[in-house]
């Protein structure tokens, strides 16, 4: 399953950029969808995560970026305001559901760039 994600770029300090991943129409009983980034000799680490209504963020990230979903495009988004140096990383898209069997499903990444 691919999961197709977009957005990245390169921005100054202090700008914004907005990601957005969409799942395959085939996926049903989507649960919960996130963003997860990774920079350079770092681990992958979650970055936000909707999920029933339900968000919740990253320390680091709480207050500038806000994570949506659109269900019906099966569609989850990522608004990054107030971007500084160390948010930039590959950003990853997660869909996460399923009823009696699960799935975890991965986008390819987008790299986010933070530089003046």
């Known amino acids: 399953v691919q999961l197709q994600a977009s957005g990245g770029g390169l921005v100054q300090p202090g700008g914004s950029l907005s990601l957005s991943c969409a799942a395959p129409?085939?996926?049903?009983?989507?649960?919960?969808m996130g963003w997860y980034h990774q920079a350079p000799g770092k681990q992958r680490e979650l970055v936000a995560e909707?999920?029933?209504?339900?968000?919740n963020y990253a320390d680091s990230v709480r207050g500038r970026f806000t994570i949506s979903r659109d269900n019906a495009k099966k569609t989850v988004y990522l608004q990054m305001n107030s971007l500084k140096p160390e948010d930039s990383a590959v950003y990853y898209c997660?869909?996460?559901?399923?009823?009696?069997?699960?799935?975890?499903?991965w986008g390819q990444g987008t790299l986010v760039t933070v530089s003046s």
């Open positions: 129409g085939s996926i049903v009983a989507i649960n919960a």
């Open positions: 997660n869909v996460r559901g399923g009823i009696w069997k699960k799935y975890d499903y």
């Open positions: 909707i999920a029933s209504g339900n968000t």
